[in-house]
């Protein structure tokens, strides 16, 4: 049985354990979910259900973004060699690139962002805050869609890393990330890109304003203003700014090509709000 969110529509428990059950009823050996929801690894499904309901009918979860990612892969690698068939799957790209195909790329770190973030600043974040968990959450969410935008970008899979205890135990990897969390008020990922010879190490930092500076550019055209930005990117080296050593996933690579192409890339976050990644490397 396959079941289909688009947009903003989110799946609740208690209509996808309703089909579970007349899965079981019917013979059926799965149930399969499309949504925009995230996680964080392979294996996880975005809402929790009652594992007694998947004792004898399997659970498995797709996002869109991942179906959207997978299409242009196998688009780019022409590894689908049957004319009619290939027409067909670039269709289905040119629609799930659409603005209405409901289709919906991971674009908010959610409603407690920006009372998180200051308490973050002001040095009061609390592991038992409700916030402070789901924001931590959902970085590990932005961490799988960056390693899905780097896969579209390369034509290869980038996944997060994760040790094999983490990748199938979601509580016991948020707990010490919610610990790091509230004592540094960083926020840490990794992406692993085949053959290249680490893991790109990702630290969001938000102690650290990294507002840009429009002071020295205010009187200038938009132009000028992100001329400003990117020169300011490229020779941040201090701590909480961009910083990539030199490396094929560092300065030269896809990261880097995001602030080289305009202000929307450089100056915003996918949350909305002008921030970003505060650390960047590759070691």
Known sequence: ??????????LRAAQIESYLDLARQEGFEAVLTISNQLVTAAGEHPVAVDGRKTRKVGLHRLSWSQVYTEALIEQGSRSVADPDQAWILAEFVRYLGHPR???????????????????????TLTQNDKGT??????????????????SRQLGVQVAPVLSP???????????????TFTETGCLHGALSVPHAVAPIEITADL??????????????????????????????HRP????????ATGMDGPLWSAVQSGPEASTRGPWGSRTGVSRVSSR
């Open 207 to 236: 102690r650290i304003p990294t507002q840009p500076d429009h002071t020295a550019a205010a009187a200038g055209a938009a132009r000028t203003r992100t001329g400003h930005d990117r020169a300011g990117l490229r020779g941040a």
């Open 101 to 123: 195909s409901g289709a919906v790329d991971f674009d908010d770190m959610g409603p407690s962002w920006v009372a998180v973030r200051d308490a973050a600043r002001a040095g």
């Open 240 to 247: 909480g700014d961009w910083s990539a050593p030199g490396s």
């Open 133 to 150: 968990v789901e924001v931590t959450n959902r970085f590990g969410q932005l961490i799988s869609f960056a390693a899905m935008g780097l």
């Open 165 to 179: 205890a983490d990748a199938k135990d979601p509580v016991r990897r948020l707990k010490p990330a919610i610990v």
């Open 1 to 10: 049985m396959v079941e289909v969110k688009t947009g903003r529509n989110e």
